[in-house]
C-alpha cells in the first residue's frame, strides 16, 4: 500500500496510459475515479499521487491542499502532475506552494521521464517511511528507557526514605538520604524530560485542563525546586495577587513549566542569591516572572535557547550539563495554553529574566473544591490496611514492603501475577500496588481477574510502574484500577495517596 502509485485522471485516456507505462515498469498503480475515492485511498497509504491538472481546476486543489497541510510530520507526499504547458500553464499558479512536493510533467511526456520521476518520489517516499518507522522505534525506546531507568531507582528512593525513619535522630544518615533524594529526584525528572520529548513531538501530548489555584502552581513549582534551593542556599522572593485566582489548566503541565525554568535559575546562578518568582494579573491574563543574578546569557544565544536540545556554552570554564530539553517542552507547554514565554538577558554575568503569559485567567470570589496536584502531601492514613505490594523486581517490593510496615500496615508480596491473583483471592487486602510490567502476565490481566474475584469490588487497586505515558493510564483504568502512581514514587505522595482512600468504609459501604 505504500508503494503503490495513485493515479486521478478521470478525463480521458492519461489514467490508462500512466498505468499501462508505470506497472511496465514494475511499478504499482490505482486509478482513483473521484476526489473522495483518492482522499480515501491516501489515508491507506500511497508512495505517491498522480494527477493531470485538469482535475486541479476542477475542484481537486483545494481538499488535497488540505490533505497535504494536515500530514504527520514525517510525511510529504510526492505528487506528479500532468500539464499542458508546464510552469507556465495559467492553471497551476499557486499550485507548488500550496501542494509543497510536486514535480510537474508537460504534455506530451515520454515513458522514460514519467517512470524516471515515478521512481525518484518513490525513493524519497519509502525513506520517509522508514523515518516514520524509526521514529515509531525511537519512542518506544525511550518509553522502555524510562520504564527500565524508574525500576531501579524505586528502592533506591525507597530505600533512603525507610533509613530515615529507622534513624530520625542520626544526622550523618539524614545528609546522605538527602544527598540521594536530591540526585534520584535529578534523575527522575531527565527521564520524565525524555519521554515528554518523544510524546510531544508525536503529538500524543494533550492538555487535562481544570479548575486550579494559582497559589497552589506557585506553591508546588517551589515544593519541587526546594532541594534544589537548599543545595545551593538560594532563597526565593515571591510576590503574587493577594486575591484567590483560579487558572483553567492543565496544573501538571503547568507546573513543570515553571519548576523548569525555576531549576534552571538555581542551576546557572552559582553563589548563594536571591530568585525572584513573581506573578501579576494584566487585564484576562496571568503573568509569570522569574529573575536571577546568575551567569547570563549573551544576546546571540537568546533566540535559541527554546530550541530542542539546546544548550549555552559554557561560562568561565563552567559545565552544568542537562539534556537541553527543559527549556523546549516549556515553551511548547505553554505554546498549547495560548501563551508566550520570552527570555531576556543584559549579558553575561548579569542574570536572566524569563516571562510567561497565560491567558487562563479565571477570578473567583469563593476558592472552588481543587483537585490535589501529584506531589501534595495531605495527612497519613490513621487507618491501617492490608496491603498486597506486587512487582517482579524484588528490591522494589521488599523496600515497599519495609515502608509501609514502618506506618503500621500489614504486607503481602507477589513478585509476579499469578501470584497475585492467588494471594488477593485468599488474603482479601484492602490496597493492591500493581506492577505492569510482570514476567508471566501483565498488570492489566491480573487486575481484571482480581476484579472477578467475589468481594473485590471493595479492594483499591493502585498502578504502580515506571510506564507513565498516557495510553498506560488510560489501559490501567479499563482493566479495573482506581489509581496510577509513577516510579519512584515520594513518600509523602504514596501516603497523602493511602490517605484520600478508605477500602474498609467501602465495604462497610456495600455489605
Excluded at 519548576?259 to 553563589?271: D, E, G, H, R, Y
Aim: with cysteine; net charge negative.
Amino acid at each position: 500500500m505504500e508503494r503503490r502509485i495513485l493515479i486521478h485522471a478521470p478525463v480521458g485516456r492519461d489514467a490508462l496510459l500512466a498505468s499501462k507505462v508505470l506497472e511496465g515498469a514494475g511499478l504499482e498503480c490505482f486509478v482513483c475515479m473521484s476526489v473522495a475515492e483518492t482522499l480515501r485511498e491516501l489515508d491507506h497509504g500511497a508512495g505517491a499521487l498522480f494527477i493531470v491538472e485538469e482535475m486541479l481546476s476542477a475542484g481537486a486543489l483545494k481538499p488535497l491542499a488540505q490533505y497535504v497541510a494536515d500530514q504527520p510530520n514525517w510525511s510529504d507526499l510526492p505528487i506528479l502532475v500532468l500539464t499542458n504547458h508546464g510552469v507556465d500553464s495559467p492553471n497551476l499558479h499557486g499550485v507548488v506552494e500550496m501542494l509543497g512536493n510536486v514535480t510537474l510533467l508537460e504534455r506530451p511526456v515520454r515513458a522514460a521521464s514519467l517512470i524516471s520521476s515515478a521512481r525518484s518520489a518513490l525513493r524519497g517516499r519509502i525513506r520517509q517511511y522508514q523515518m516514520r518507522e524509526t521514529d515509531r522505534l525511537k519512542d518506544e525506546f525511550l518509553a522502555s528507557l524510562g520504564h527500565e531507568l524508574r525500576n531501579p531507582l524505586a528502592p533506591i528512593r525507597t530505600a533512603m526514605q525507610v533509613l530515615n525513619r529507622s534513624f530520625p535522630a542520626s544526622a550523618n544518615i539524614g545528609n546522605v538520604t538527602q544527598v540521594v533524594e536530591r540526585q534520584v529526584a535529578h534523575l527522575t525528572r531527565l527521564v520524565d524530560d525524555l519521554l515528554d520529548v518523544a510524546r510531544v513531538t508525536s503529538g500524543k501530548i494533550t492538555l487535562q485542563r481544570k479548575p486550579v489555584a494559582l497559589a497552589e502552581v506557585v506553591a508546588h513549582a517551589i515544593e519541587i525546586c526546594a532541594p534544589l534551593l537548599e543545595a545551593g542556599g538560594h532563597r526565593i522572593n515571591q510576590a503574587q495577587p493577594a486575591q484567590t485566582v483560579m487558572l483553567d489548566a492543565d496544573p501538571a503541565r503547568l507546573v513543570q513549566s515553571l519548576s523548569n525554568v525555576l531549576a534552571n535559575a538555581i542551576k546557572f546562578t552559582p553563589q548563594p542569591s536571591t530568585i525572584d518568582f513573581t506573578v501579576e494579573l494584566d487585564g484576562d491574563d496571568v503573568i509569570f516572572r522569574i529573575k536571577d543574578k546568575g551567569i547570563g546569557l549573551e544576546a546571540d544565544a537568546l533566540p535559541r535557547i527554546f530550541d530542542m536540545f539546546a544548550q549555552s556554552d559554557p561560562v568561565r570554564g563552567q559545565v552544568l550539563g542537562g539534556l537541553g530539553i527543559g527549556l523546549s517542552l516549556t515553551r511548547r507547554f505553554i505554546e498549547m495554553h495560548g501563551g508566550t514565554v520570552s527570555a531576556s538577558s543584559p549579558g553575561i554575568g548579569q542574570g536572566c529574566e524569563f516571562v510567561f503569559r497565560l491567558p487562563i485567567v479565571m477570578r473567583s470570589a469563593a476558592r472552588m473544591a481543587l483537585p490535589v496536584l501529584a506531589g501534595a502531601t495531605s495527612p497519613a492514613a490513621e487507618e491501617h490496611f492490608v496491603v498486597l505490594v506486587v512487582d517482579d523486581n524484588r528490591d522494589g517490593a521488599d523496600m515497599l514492603q519495609m515502608m509501609l510496615e514502618l506506618d503500621g500496615h500489614t504486607v503481602l508480596k507477589a513478585y509476579d501475577g499469578r501470584e497475585a491473583v492467588d494471594m488477593a483471592q485468599h488474603a482479601r487486602p484492602d490496597v493492591v500496588f500493581m506492577d505492569i510490567g510482570l514476567p508471566d502476565m501483565d498488570g492489566y490481566e491480573a487486575t481484571r481477574r482480581i476484579r472477578q474475584q467475589p468481594g473485590s469490588e471493595v479492594t483499591v487497586i493502585i498502578a504502580l510502574t515506571g510506564w507513565g505515558h498516557d495510553d498506560v493510564r488510560r489501559r490501567a483504568a479499563a482493566s479495573g484500577m482506581d489509581h496510577h502512581l509513577v516510579k519512584p514514587v515520594n513518600l509523602e505522595v504514596l501516603r497523602a495517596e493511602l490517605g484520600r482512600i478508605s477500602p474498609r468504609a467501602k465495604r462497610v459501604a456495600a455489605a
